[in-house]
């Protein structure tokens, strides 16, 4: 069965949404904090008030080298879209030369590609 709601009705809903969302929004900092040591203290399987200095420099430690490991494997990957196996398809009136020159006008350069340089910035 299907319901249907007047205009007044959906108002009046769409305000309970926005009151809701507006809620969580105001409430993020508290919730994102809260959520953060629970995470910690699960990892690191004792309470908050017993982690120390030490506790949390290792896992920035850990974050840092996984952040970087992260980094060069999409780095790696995406290398493999300015391959030669990419530039299929282009230039194909033309030879190599012509192939890659059509090739990097539409896609670009490696080293010259945004994301390639905002991943290696994160490198630094």
């Given amino acids: 069965m299907m319901v249907r709601y007047g205009i007044s009705d959906l108002l009046n809903r769409l305000e309970l949404i926005r009151d809701r969302l507006d809620e969580l929004f105001e409430s993020y900092g508290a919730n994102a904090w809260s959520l953060t040591t629970e995470l910690i203290s699960q990892r690191l399987n004792k309470p908050w008030a017993e982690i120390s200095a030490d506790d949390l420099g290792a896992i920035l430690k850990d974050w840092q080298s996984n952040r970087a490991k992260l980094n060069n494997m999409i780095l790696k990957d995406a290398e493999k879209e300015f ?29 010259n590609n945004s994301l390639v340089k905002t991943m290696r910035r994160k490198q630094r």
């Fill in 83 to 111: 391959d030669q196996n990419s530039r299929f398809g282009f230039g194909i009136d033309g030879d190599e030369a012509v192939r890659d020159l059509d090739f990097e006008a539409i896609r670009g350069a490696f080293d």
